[in-house]
């Protein structure tokens, strides 16, 4: 038979499931609440606006343009665009490759929480979180501007923007973008981790 400690250890860690699961449930019910709220509230003017900037930031778009431009001019700014697709890369792969397939969580119901069809863009059929999106342009903008710091304000203002078109248009929950930025974020302290490594190792 099991001893009390043996017992006691057992109840610390039911009741500790127990609390873990009734905050997962607590956070859950915000994140709808804050998807809801941002469905139902009229916005014509940025329907269509955001609509487009969540259609062109497919695929990292956006982020491999800027990266091409700066590539083009030596020192800093072509430093800049390799830590920024090195973390593109590295974003896209952990929220695509884990992120989705380990938590496969469901995407919003559009029509349910009635999603006005001006903001519509073709809902993936991945799971919803972690956001690769918010994820890849968060990664680029952090390492972007890290490297070129008068980059870092421009391109943070449009991985916000990003991120929030995916809830405006209806394909994501908060929660899923904001765990895309964390996402984006570690990603972009790896890639920079390397970029810096490498000047160093040839001096050896």
Known sequence: MPDARTTSLQRAAAAARRTTAAVLRDLHAVDGALY???AATPTPTLDRTL???SHTADHSKISLTVAAGLALVPGRPRRAALAG??????ASAAANLFGKRMVRRRRPDREQARVVLDRHVPMPRS???PSGHTASATAFATAVGVVLPPAAVPLGALAAAVGYSRVHTGVHYPGDVAAGAVL????AVTSLAVVRARPHRRTR
């Open 85 to 90: 697709v090195g973390a593109v890369t590295l």
């Open 184 to 187: 984006g974020f570690a990603a």
């Open 127 to 129: 799971a919803s979180f």
């Open 36 to 38: 809801a709220a941002v």
């Open 51 to 53: 609509r487009r900037l």
